[in-house]
């Protein structure tokens, strides 16, 4: 394959890869997009791999075998609430083979040895090390391995910006000429100092802030991949890297600007608060119990609180709200055999998505569309928030910090001013949560204390939503 080809092959790629992005940004043809955009990245690898000599087609069929059974396991293994924290895995491995390409470079192969050369390889082996050893944290706060609250350790500032300066001196060092240590001493110190930086980096990030975490290291995985593109002079790596950096940067912001937060504010772990000792204790005057059946009884007893099943069976129009609490439990396919028979008794139903419901961008949304609910049902913040006050009843399922009033006027709290659902506004608010506990902003939520028109079901939602479809069908 002569030069002339493979650049215009590389332009076609490129513009296949984007326009894959583009087609993302529509909801109706998102999988069309990602299809377009995989197989020009597997087109792509294919024939550098085979422009540059660097396989033989034996050995490229052995690890196309390899590659796609492990792909193929991980797809049947994985569920999809592991999503987020299997992106995480997948991004850290980006991560891990720019800082291979990078240390490889720094040792001379397939680079020069000029300063140009030393400087982009070293550069790439830290951003790539560093988004491993930080998407490994992520991926183990996710899975609950690790602490999904900030971990802050005495100095932890300190620390992170003296591993930041020896990173710099390191590649100063190495770009220096004649200095009587190795290119493998080099790489190995710096791949050790870029790894300790990347745990430090994100270990201080709470699990709320995980979907702007993920945002951000894909886009060092670009970052790190288009670096490394420019140490080995490849062309298409530069290109296609610097789209996964540039849009993973945009995604970064638009989810930074949807919470009304600090980028650095995230990253220095300011916004979690230590939740209360005694957040176990339900509120004494909220009128609700722990369990669906006992709460109708209940509320035929109250002279100023109508029964749930006389709300919902005056509802017309209903919309649901889906937070993190529903893929724990599970509850997407019952939140969607609910609003089936809503429609059926000839209800109107929307779904409010917060654009940082789940734990990674667009988590909600893939969930309900495993669940089959309609794309045109899906409404983003902006768009339905207006629709709260005129709406008969407000389903809420596993969602706490994007519904909570308290980031209106809870100044000094970590949600202050952060944009919310305004479930608050509407006069029937239904709330199946796991308990009364605050979020992971460790903010308590007013809601949990109204005493009028909010109607509390607390439990695994996997069980009062199919006790309350019971109750619902009779």
């Not at 924290?85 to 291979?100: C, D, K, P, R």
């Not at 050369?117 to 560093?130: N, P």
């Not at 608010?429 to 079901?457: E, M, R, S």
Request: hydrophobic residues 50%; charged residues 15%; aromatic residues 8%.
């Amino acid at each position: 394959m002569s030069d002339m080809i493979y650049y215009i092959a590389c332009g076609l790629f490129s513009a296949g890869v984007l326009a894959g992005i583009h087609l993302m940004s529509k909801v109706n043809k998102a999988a069309l997009g990602n299809r377009i955009s995989v197989v020009c990245i597997f087109l792509a690898i294919m024939v550098t791999l085979v422009h540059q000599e660097i396989f033989s087609l034996w050995a490229l069929y052995v690890s196309l075998a390899v590659g796609s059974a492990v792909g193929l396991f991980l797809s049947r293994k994985v569920k999809m609430i592991q999503m987020p924290q299997m992106v995480a895995l997948l991004n850290g491995t980006g991560g891990l083979a720019s800082g291979i390409v990078g240390a490889l470079a720094m040792l001379g192969i397939g680079a020069g040895t000029d300063v140009f050369s030393k400087l982009t390889a070293s550069i790439a082996l830290f951003i790539g090390m560093m988004t491993f050893t930080g998407s490994l944290v992520a991926a183990g706060k996710l899975h609950k391995i690790l602490s999904q609250k900030p971990v802050i350790y005495k100095g932890h500032q300190l620390m992170t910006m003296s591993l930041l300066f020896v990173a710099f001196v390191v590649i100063i060092c190495f770009c220096f000429p004649n200095l009587p240590l190795s290119a493998l001493f080099w790489a190995i110190l710096l791949a050790v100092i870029s790894g300790l930086f990347g745990y430090a980096f994100s270990v201080r990030i709470g699990g709320a802030d995980m979907p702007i975490t993920i945002s951000l290291l894909i886009s060092l995985c670009g970052v790190a991949g288009g670096i490394a593109g420019l140490a080995i002079l490849n062309l298409l790596l530069v290109a296609i890297s610097g789209i996964v950096g540039a849009s993973g940067l945009l995604l970064t912001q638009i989810m930074c600007r949807s919470m009304n937060r600090s980028l650095l504010d995230i990253l220095l772990g300011k916004t979690t608060t230590a939740t209360p000792e005694t957040s176990d204790a339900e509120p004494t005057d909220v009128g609700t119990t722990l369990s669906v059946t006992q709460l109708a009884d209940n509320q035929q007893k109250e002279t100023n609180k109508e029964a749930p099943t006389e709300v919902i069976e005056k509802a017309q129009n209903i919309i649901i709200v889906p937070g993190y609490g529903m893929a724990i439990a599970q509850a997407q396919h019952l939140v969607k055999e609910l609003a089936d028979l809503l429609v059926q008794q000839g209800k109107k139903i929307k779904y409010a998505v917060h654009p940082v419901a789940g734990r990674m961008p667009g988590h909600m949304n893939i969930l309900l569309c495993e669940a089959d609910v309609d794309y045109e049902d899906l409404y983003e913040m902006d768009a339905i928030n207006s629709e709260f006050e005129n709406a008969d009843a407000v389903i809420v399922v596993g969602a706490n910090d994007v519904i909570n009033p308290a980031a209106r006027d809870a100044e000094g709290t970590p949600i202050y001013q952060m944009p919310i659902l305004d479930v608050d506004k509407c006069p029937n608010i239904f709330i199946f949560n796991y308990d009364l506990k605050p979020g992971y902003a460790g903010v308590g939520n007013p809601l949990y204390t109204c005493k009028h028109g909010v109607y509390l079901y607390l439990g695994d939602a996997s069980e009062t939503l199919k006790e309350f479809i019971y109750i619902i069908r009779k």
